[in-house]
Nanobody, 125 residues
Framework: QVQLVESGGGLVQAGGSLRLSCAASGRTFSDYAMGWFRQAPGKEREFVSAITWSGGSTNYADSVKGRFTISRDNAKNTVYLQMNTLKPEDTAVYYC??????????????????WGQGTQVTVSS
């Protein structure tokens, strides 16, 4: 089992920044690729970003490319999502997730085995 706990969400004005953190415990953190997803009210969960076990490869949804940066610190068992130039349409609950497919960058939530409880991000216009 892997336990994931997100933090860092909050209310920010459009154009502002937030950094989300996701702390993992349980099994070896570096055995997993990590992803961030989000879900806005009335919408389906959508992929945001992913990072391989080593941090050597990353990918992003087109909607956040150039504004968000994913990173990880395996010594601290933590993955981060730096979000800059936030827009009202970024408002959602953000979830981190762990995938046993450690070398792959999956955008499909079905490939993730463990999920955090989510953290709310609200961007005001």
């Amino acid at each position: 089992q892997v336990q994931l706990v997100e933090s860092g969400g909050g209310l920010v004005q459009a154009g502002g920044s937030l950094r989300l953190s996701c702390a993992a415990s349980g099994r070896t953190f570096s055995d997993y690729a990590m992803g961030w997803f989000r879900q806005a009210p009335g919408k389906e969960r959508e992929f945001v970003s992913a990072i391989t076990w080593s941090g050597g490869s990353t990918n992003y949804a087109d909607s956040v490319k150039g504004r968000f940066t994913i990173s990880r610190d395996n010594a601290k068992n933590t993955v981060y999502l730096q979000m800059n130039t936030l827009k009202p349409e970024d408002t959602a609950v953000y979830y981190c997730a762990a995938s046993r497919f450690a070398r792959f960058l999956s955008e499909d939530f079905r490939n993730y085995d463990y999920w955090g409880q989510g953290t709310q991000v609200t961007v005001s216009s």
